[in-house]
């Protein structure tokens, strides 16, 4: 059994609105080892950056951790004080956008922004000279598949491509990414070509650094091709985890089953209905499983309690009551 | 002219003139959609897809060209064209967000296109509205909502409802799901084709999603820089695809099943970022990239062949026609 | 549509839910509405209403704050305090008047060149607000004033004149972005006539801003028009206007302080109400550049 980076248990997550308070997540589970790349698929709104920003403590001022804990190495990342934080931040784990436009300031060249970072998380104890943080800067650059690395170093981001600028958002988060590097929708912005040729070159970086990933998208294609773990989560709750081919082959929850079948397919064969129903509001949602007012399988007690995940073998778990009793 | 296409497109150009140059978002389009048809336009950012759609639609007028809907020609901008015609053809664009004023009410978005062409007599407005409300699945109480409080699937229906109140015949849907999820994405091209067999309408499909395409489109044209390049029934597309950039195209796309995988071409890597429509590269724009590059490219534009029956490509390793056919 | 009422009047519940987080706009809103009720009050509330007028009592000239007139007395005798509670009339009076003129013909303006953006007639609009917007606000205003005669209309029109292109470049710059948004061509292709789109697409989405600027700018307009009276160019004696009076009491500084010290202040209290009002009002409709 693989080493243990992250480990979050049962996590819940709630936001205080005018409105009342939004029961965001609902006891997430999640568990990346060393060197490990794990993907999280589900649509908009269903908690995947939510949980990301809760992992790296981003959260909004309105959050409210209700529950749960966010083991990284052993320590909880919820106890920790700012100092400790700030560490793990600089040296240990960092994020990718989904926008990589808005990530980079348009007023600063990306040199001064590049280079800020590598003086603030490769060089924490001594002062380097102007030199070292630039040589510092174009080996970065270079790992992340950028040609001319010092011409980019003289840019502003409003001068180079969205491909290209995506790259500098890899670059930089490769800085402090010693551990962990958690990639939000990374290629949505982009086109296919450059998101098939981006999502190659991540993931020979990762593998050459020995980073763990969690790869967060809605795009299922782009997720199978590069990790080896998925979680599919809905409405806050991680309904389904298994490893890729096994999830493909032989998904298990309603859910994932309706989700892999309403992907367009290249042979053909027609869009097939989506799911009826809409998802629900975290204003008002019931306890119980939070997909049993859509499921057509569902049953009583579906409605009133909420399924813990049940362990059907092959790395395999689902969140759903006919896998199991409660 | 046959007596089934709808819409026909002559030799289209829009050119733009910028500080930094002309850009040629359109050089020299022309295709036809046959009437209940869906026709697919596929090309990445900078194709000049969307352009080709607003272009029909009348947001620009075309620098060359002409345009011509149910025999009439229609090559000229909005500010000039008849009410007629603005009942006949309507568009859906890509981010429901931007194409509907977050200041304005649902029912009052809906209703516009219907005072505007006084299709519902004086007082019996609120009743159209919800007939339309329940065609596009809509609670009738969310009338008095705004888009804003909408999810993308919702304001998107808001959209496609815009679109039809007027009893067009064909529409322009640009990257009509592109925003949207997967599962909700499925809901809205269902709604999309009931729609067609329903009220008997044609169709211009734009999108990046190959995939997508696939499953909605009759014949797929695909744009690179402005021109298209490969024309096809949709089949033919996706199982022979000739040109290129088509197959560097297939087989990127992220794909779920083996049986996908199969179909998708020989991988053709990417080599170097897309050239902008600025600098096209002489002779077939496509050549600093192409992977079976030739002296005649950089020197030479292709022109569009009939290589087989139905399928056009215009690339310099397809120079004619193959003798049958 | 009684949904709609009461869905509006949840939103109503929110924004003003969001405002009362915020103290100073609250305490700014308390100014204003004070303002306001002695303005139109003045009559009934100040202790000596007839010393608004021409009145003199010399023996009770200059007299520092006491029970009697909690602000002193004038080199005329009259009661300082009436003076100002009157003084606020003609303040809101050219707040009001100049911006119910400038407001509508600005933003009327501003849409229409935003909406005809790259042709002759936002050539016209746009070049016209800059030659007004080139001159300094206060040497447009003295100088139309000393043209005309001094008085309280011809300062308000004078205000108006200087203040209208603001409201013109405001909303040009939301009306000219908004023009290419989709759902404007939207409209546009649905057959919408150029009056629907300018005043019912585009227009709702310039409230925000124009009503954060008119607030703000209430407090602006009023120390204008006092600079304007403080020169001698405003209101005119025995009228009780705050620059009036600041300028009149100058003459005594700085022994009898009172004179001009009290009818400064509220210019001030004024202003800094409306500004923190103003704040709030933007703070409800988000950040947009004023």
Known sequence: MAEQLLDVKDLHVNFKVYEGLLRVLNGVFLNVGAKEKVGIIGESGCGKTTTMKAIMRILAANAIVAGGTIAYRGSDVLQLGMEDLMRLRRTSMSMIFQDPTAALNPVFKIGEQLEDIVRYSEFTSNAPTKQEVRTKAVELLKSAALPEPERILDSYPFQLSGGMRQRVCIAMSLASAKDLLIADEPGTSLDVTIEDQIMRE???????????????????????????KLYVMYAGTMLEEAPTDELFSNPVHPYTQNLLKAVPKLTGGGVPEGIAGRIPSYLTIADGCRFASRCRSAKESCHTDAPPAFDIGNGHRVACFHFGDS | MSAEEILTVKGLKKYFKTTRGI????????????????????????????????????????????????????SVGVGRRSKELKKRLQIVFQDPASSLNPRRTIGQILELPLRVHHLAPEGKYSEKVFEMMDLIELPREFVVRYPGEQGGGEKQAVAIGRALATGPSFIVLDEPTSALDVSIQAKIINMLMRFQKEFDLSYLFITHNLSLMRNVAQRVGIMYLGKIVELAGTPEFFSNPLHPYTKMLLSAVPVITPEEEALKPEKIMSTGEIAGALNVPPGCSFHPRCPFVMDICSKVVPTMVEYKKGHHVACHLYPSAVSSG | MKRAASRKGADYGKSWHKFSKNYLSQAGLGVVALVAVVAIFAPYIAPYPSHAEFFVNFPEAHEPPNWVHIFGTDQFGRDVLSRIMFGFRY???????????????????GLVAGYYRGGKVEMVIMRGADIFLA?????LALSICSVLTPSVFNAMMAVSLMWWPWYTRLVYSISSS?????????????????????????????????????TLDAGWVILIGASLSFVGLGAQPPIPDLGTMVSDGANFLPEQWWVSLFPALTIVLIILGFNLLGDGVRDLFGAEAV
């Open chain 3, 135 to 139: 001159v300094p606000p206060l040497v």
């Open chain 3, 91 to 109: 303040s809101l009076m050219m707040a009001v008047v100049v911006l119910s003129l400038v407001v509508p013909l600005g933003v009327v303006l």
């Open chain 3, 178 to 214: 908004l023009r290419n948004e989709a759902f404007v061509q939207a409209a546009e292709i649905a057959g919408a006539s150029p009056f629907h789109i300018i005043f019912r697409e585009i227009l709702p989405n310039c409230l925000g801003p124009i009503l954060t600027k008119v």
């Open chain 2, 23 to 74: 850009v040629k978002a359109v050089d020299d389009v022309s295709f036809s959609v046959m009437k209940n048809e869906t026709f697919g336009l596929v090309g990445e950012s900078g194709s000049g897809k969307s352009t080709v759609g607003h272009v029909i639609m009348g947001i620009y007028g075309p620098t060359a060209g002409s345009i011509t809907l149910m025999g009439k020609d229609i």
């Open chain 1, 202 to 228: 991540l993931k020979q970086i990762v593998e050459d650094r020995g980073l763990s990933v969690i790869l967060i998208s809605h795009s299922i294609g782009a997720v199978k091709g590069f990790v080896t």
